[in-house]
């Protein structure tokens, strides 16, 4: 098991709506490639293959890249650069997320008949209660390009770091301030929070996972290019 350093949680626990379609060719101006950008960021995008909490691949995802805005990238930046004096990184789930993915969820929502991965990400949840009691919408703040899903993880050796949960998790135990996980779990959620919160970042409390960009630079425009 990796440990995160005591001296770096303690530091940081003191710092306390129309559619726009591109050129799939092509990013729209102000969007970039974060691994372009960071090149130490790890990625890990299910969204493209089977392992996610739907099964199968899901519409608009065609690639394992992970696009955000220009201003949510250089903010991640700062929170790579901080975690890296202590042998620590960023690993990204999901980005930037097309409005016909959003959609993909929606319909899969609606299908009471498809609970292929309810085991795994769902166990305690009834799947026709997901929309109504939040889990799924019919709009993401992933589609306006400044939120993004992500972990902390060992640079050396990748090594995911336990947050006492895995992302896309839908229930009370995937909540930042969950009394279920240990201690040293809370802890590792509390530590992601306080430095994305630090550089810009707001947090979403039902998700450890889940930040946006308070000052995103498209707060009303939801993007439906394809991410590749």
Not at 67 to 83: N, P
Not at 125 to 142: F, N, P, Q, T, V
Not at 153 to 159: D, F, G, K, R, Y
Request: charged share 20%; proline share 7%; glycine share 6%.
């Amino acid at each position: 098991m990796h440990f995160i350093p005591f001296s770096l949680i303690f530091s940081a626990a003191l710092v306390l709506a129309g559619t726009v379609d591109a050129n799939p060719a092509t990013l729209p101006q102000g969007f970039v490639y974060v691994d372009e950008t960071i090149p130490s960021i790890k990625l890990e995008m299910h969204y493209c293959t089977d392992h996610n909490f739907i099964g199968k691949p899901i519409d608009g995802y065609l690639k394992p890249r992970a696009i955000l805005t220009r201003a949510a990238t250089d903010a991640l930046d700062a929170v790579q650069k901080e975690l890296a004096a202590f042998g620590l990184g960023l690993k990204i789930f999901d980005a930037y997320r097309p409005q016909r993915a959003v959609d993909h969820f929606v319909r899969w929502a609606a299908d009471a008949n498809d609970t292929l991965m309810k085991n795994k990400h769902y166990p305690h949840i009834d799947k026709a209660k997901l929309i109504g009691e939040g889990y799924i919408l019919s709009h993401s703040g992933h589609s306006r390009g400044s939120t993004v899903d992500l972990t902390l993880v060992s640079l050396s050796t990748a090594e995911v770091i336990d947050m006492g949960g895995i992302f896309d998790f839908f229930g009370p135990q995937s909540w930042t301030a969950a009394p279920t996980p240990e201690p040293s779990q809370r802890a590792h959620r509390m530590l992601l929070q306080v430095l994305m919160e630090k550089h810009g970042f707001a947090h979403y409390p039902q998700e450890w996972w889940h930040f946006t960009l308070k000052n995103e630079p498209y707060p009303d425009t939801y993007f439906d290019f394809p991410v590749q």
